[in-house]
Nanobody
């Protein structure tokens, strides 16, 4: 059984910063791609940023230059540093990871963490 546990969400004023963390635990052999997605009320879930096992990153245009994704592969943990936050960044942020176990490989989701940016 694999679990992704997120932390670091909260309420922040516009222009502020938050750092999200997501740790994968369980019978993990290794973790390939890791990423962050978000879902605002009434909207579809959207990609925020991803990072592969080699450390290559990809960002949504709306967060480029403000957000930074990183990972600690030894800890099976991915981070999202969010700077210059805007009210439109308000959403539930979900961690996603492509995890290999002895049973095979599949994507897992975290439970989500709320980020609220006040104007």
């Amino acid at each position: 059984q694999v679990q992704l546990v997120e932390s670091g969400g909260g309420l922040v004023q516009a222009g502020g910063s938050l750092r999200l963390s997501c740790a994968a635990s369980g019978s993990i052999l290794w973790v390939n791609n890791m990423g962050w997605y978000r879902q605002a009320p009434g909207k579809q879930r959207e990609l925020v940023a991803t990072i592969n096992i080699a450390g290559n990153t990809n960002y949504a245009d709306s967060v480029k230059g403000r957000f930074s994704i990183s990972r600690d592969s030894a800890k099976n943990t991915v981070y999202l540093q969010m700077n210059s936050l805007k009210p439109e960044d308000t959403a539930v942020y979900y961690c996603n990871a492509d995890v290999r176990t002895v049973a095979g490989a599949r994507y897992y989701w975290g439970q989500g963490t709320q980020v609220t940016v006040s104007s």
